[in-house]
C-alpha cells in the first residue's frame, strides 16, 4: 500500500487525504510542531506558502529522492493583488531549488478544498492539474488521485506552475471577493 505523508491538516490537507485514502493509500499527517520521520514516498506540503522553505530545510536529507508536492498559492495578504514570488517564477520553482535532490510537483493549487471534498464542481467531476518535470511522479500522483475518484491532468513541466499560480491567485480573489462560491471555482471538460 503506497503511503502518503501530508503535512498540515487544515482545509486542504484534510481534503487531500480525503481523496488518496480513498484511493486505498494509507495517510500520514506531520503538524508543524512535530519531529516527525517522513513514512510516505509521496509528501504534500498542505501547508502556507511561507512554511515550505522552513519544512524544506528541517527535512531535506529526508525528502531526497520523494515526490514532493507543493499546493500553496503564494497570494500577497497585505494587498491581496499580487504573488509574492518573482514575475516569472513559482513558489514550486523556489521549492524545488530548495530540494534539489527531490521529484517536485506542483498540484492541487487550482482546486478549492470543498471541491477536493466533494470531487465535483458544479456538475463536472473535479480535476486535478499536475506540473512537474519528473513523468514517473506525475504519473504516481495522478494514479493516486484517479483512484481516489478526482481526474488528473498532466499539466507539463514544473514551468506551468507559474499558471497554475496565476489562475489559483485569480480563483482565490473571486471567492475572496463574494464574486464565487468557495464550492466553485474554474474547472477542467475534456
Ligand atoms: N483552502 C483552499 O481552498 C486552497 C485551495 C488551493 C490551494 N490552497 C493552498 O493550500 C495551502 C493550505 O491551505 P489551507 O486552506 O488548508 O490552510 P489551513 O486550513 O490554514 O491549514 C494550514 C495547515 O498547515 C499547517 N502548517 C503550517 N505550518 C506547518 C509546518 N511547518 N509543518 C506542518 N504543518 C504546518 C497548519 O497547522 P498549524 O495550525 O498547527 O500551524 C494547518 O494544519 C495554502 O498554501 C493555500 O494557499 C488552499
Do not use: C
Request: no cysteine.
Amino acid at each position: 500500500m503506497t503511503t502518503v505523508t501530508i503535512f498540515g491538516s487544515g482545509n486542504m490537507g484534510t481534503a487531500i487525504a480525503g481523496v488518496v485514502a480513498a484511493g486505498g493509500a494509507s495517510v500520514q499527517h506531520i503538524a508543524s510542531a512535530d519531529d516527525a520521520t517522513i513514512m510516505g514516498d509521496v509528501v504534500v506540503l498542505a501547508v502556507p506558502y511561507s512554511a515550505l522553505v522552513p519544512i524544506a530545510a528541517k527535512y531535506a536529507s529526508q525528502l531526497d529522492g520523494k515526490i514532493v508536492v507543493d499546493i500553496t498559492n503564494p497570494v500577497d495578504f497585505q494587498t491581496f493583488d499580487s504573488l509574492v514570488v518573482p514575475a516569472g517564477g513559482s513558489a514550486a520553482a523556489e521549492l524545488a531549488e530548495a530540494l534539489p535532490a527531490s521529484k517536485v510537483l506542483k498540484a492541487f493549487n487550482t482546486n478549492l478544498a470543498a471541491t477536493l471534498a466533494s470531487k465535483k464542481l458544479g456538475m463536472v467531476d473535479t480535476t486535478v492539474l499536475i506540473a512537474g518535470d519528473d513523468a514517473d511522479a506525475k504519473s504516481t500522483l495522478a494514479g493516486l488521485v484517479s483512484a481516489g475518484g478526482v481526474n488528473a491532468i498532466d499539466a507539463g513541466s514544473l514551468q506551468r506552475a507559474h499558471e497554475l499560480e496565476a489562475i489559483g491567485f485569480l480563483q482565490l480573489t473571486l471567492a475572496a471577493g463574494e464574486k464565487i462560491r468557495w464550492t466553485g471555482g474554474f474547472g477542467v471538460i475534456n
